[in-house]
Nanobody, 123 residues
């Protein structure tokens, strides 16, 4: 069973940066594609970014050019570097993993989830 633990969330001013980490344990992290999703109060969970086993990446349009997803398989850790943060980025951010080589934008195609980390961007 793969376990995921996010960290790195917090409160930041608009225009600031945060780096989220997703530490994996229990299975070989390199065997999984990984994604980041977020959920704001009263809204549905939405796709943010994903990275395949071969490190191909994909981003939702609203974060392109501001966020960067990466992974370090030797450290069993995934990352989401978030720059130029905006108040509308405020949400709980979740990392997720799926037993596949390829990316998916659909949350229900990910079988493993972390507990989430709060990101709050003040205007």
């Amino acid at each position: 069973q793969l376990q995921l633990v996010e960290s790195g969330g917090g409160l930041v001013q608009a225009g600031g940066s945060l780096r989220l980490s997703c530490a994996a344990s229990g299975r070989t992290f390199s065997s999984y594609a990984m994604g980041w999703f977020r959920q704001a109060p009263g809204k549905e969970r939405e796709f943010v970014a994903a990275i395949s086993r071969s490190t191909s990446t994909y981003y939702t349009n609203s974060v392109k050019g501001r966020f960067t997803i990466s992974r370090d398989n030797a450290k069993n850790t995934g990352y989401l570097q978030m720059n130029s943060l905006k108040p509308e980025d405020t949400a709980v951010y979740y990392c997720a993993a799926r037993v596949s080589a390829s990316i998916s934008l659909r949350f229900y195609e990910y079988g493993y989830w972390g507990q989430g980390t709060q990101v709050t961007v003040a205007s």
